[in-house]
């Protein structure tokens, strides 16, 4: 299979003075992110349906002010989660049930990025380790081609970006959700 190098398509987009719409997954997650976005004016966006329990959904918000961020955050409707995946509840992480889910969060972002007038739009979701860089790269470019809003294509994991997640939400106390979000994963755990 050919390997892509996201982040050297990344590094070659001009940032500066450019509206980057960034969907948020959680603040942990963007410790890792936003140091690389340096030169684009960011725009975060918490959407994420997919977290099982209101107070969780806040719980994970909440944290952005100890990275001084504030994100627009989108009111919890769990129940659009819940309804994008019947049928899949029990398929194991990283499979389908993650693909519509990460799919649902990418199309809401780029419906963002086109209402506010954003310039382009991604996602902090690649950090993670159990998330398909792949994947979420084919589904932004599909999603930039229907809403007319360039995607940043990226792998935010590798070059040390899951570490550097790790470390800065240790320093700053952030809290680290031990699960990704949803009630089917963490009942694997
Ligand atoms: S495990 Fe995570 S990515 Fe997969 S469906 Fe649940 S919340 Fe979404």
């Given amino acids: 299979m050919q390997c892509i190098d996201y982040n050297r398509q990344f590094r070659a987009v001009v940032p500066q003075g450019r509206k980057l719409l960034l969907h948020v997954c959680c603040a942990p997650c963007s410790c890792g992110v936003l140091p690389r976005l340096e030169g684009?004016?960011?725009l975060p966006y918490f959407?994420?349906?997919?977290?099982?329990?209101?107070r969780e959904y806040d719980l994970r918000a909440a944290q952005f002010a100890k990275l001084g961020v504030q994100?627009?955050?989108e009111i919890y409707r769990h129940g659009e989660f819940t309804a994008a995946v019947e049928g899949l509840e029990n398929e194991p992480e990283g499979g389908a049930r993650?693909?519509?889910c990460i799919a649902q969060r990418l199309e809401r972002a780029a419906q963002k990025a086109k209402e506010v007038g954003a310039d382009l739009f991604c996602s902090t979701l690649s950090v993670s380790p159990h998330k398909d860089a792949?994947?979420?790269?084919?589904?932004?470019?599909?999603?930039?081609?229907?809403?007319?809003?360039?995607?940043l294509p990226n792998d935010f994991k590798k070059e040390n970006g899951f570490l550097l997640s790790a470390r800065?939400?240790?320093?700053?106390d952030i809290y680290r959700q031990?699960?990704?979000?949803?009630?089917?994963?963490?009942?694997?755990?």
């Fill in 40 to 42: 684009y004016e960011i």
């Fill in 47 to 54: 959407y994420n349906p997919n977290i099982d329990t209101r």
């Fill in 71 to 73: 994100p627009m955050i």
């Fill in 98 to 100: 993650c693909r519509v």
């Fill in 134 to 151: 792949d994947f979420i790269n084919r589904t932004g470019q599909a999603l930039a081609q229907k809403y007319g809003v360039p995607f």
């Fill in 168 to 172: 800065v939400s240790k320093e700053k």
């Fill in 178 to 189: 031990d699960y990704c979000g949803c009630e089917f994963a963490k009942k694997a755990y």
